[in-house]
């Protein structure tokens, strides 16, 4: 599965709007740990790993271009550990920190997020507060094959549209590095990732 998303601006009042006859999936809290190197070999490629709840994942992206001219992002998501250390080249482990850790990787931000996730039509909406007082709203469609992307692209514009909302493209990392990270988030805007 290919995930399409795109980060939209709530005004007060939106989210209200916005969930009438959406169903309530979960609402949940996680705690993601995300890892790079210090001369930050994924995140300036646009990768970003992640461990939640201590599940490893691997968001690699579709996209091609500069992030901030893309329409949407699309990541392909890996979720074992045995495709994250293919994608990586790391030695297949059980222990897939240390596997990280010999090859250079350490943690640079933990972020605890509350999340409401509903689901419209066939639309997931993710509401997201972060423990450093950041909000966020994306909205995510899924599809099978990249000829797909070009139709849920314009599909989840359509909804921003209809639902009068505006997208923004910082999500809750990039405004984490902003906020603590200022050196990190310098390279990737040379890198034009944000």
Known sequence: MIEVEKN????????????????????KCFIDVYYDTKDYKLTGKDYWLRSRNGKFELK???????VLDRVTDQYK???????IASELGLSATDDMKKSLREKGYAPFATITTTRERYKKGDFNLDFDEMDF????FE???MVQ???????AEK??????????IAPISAGKVIEYLRRYKPEHLAFLKTS???
């Open 77 to 83: 998501e890996l979720e074992t550990n045995e495709e």
């Open 155 to 164: 599909r989840i514009l359509k909804f921003g549209t209809d639902h009068n």
């Open 8 to 27: 939209f601006d709530l005004k007060e009042g939106d989210k209200t709007r916005i969930i009438k006859s959406a169903v309530l999936l979960e609402k």
């Open 139 to 141: 909205v995510e469609l």
């Open 145 to 151: 094959a990249p000829k797909q992307i070009p139709a």
């Open 60 to 66: 690699v992206p579709l996209n091609v271009g500069r």
């Open 192 to 194: 034009g990732i944000a």
């Open 133 to 136: 007082g950041f909000t966020a």
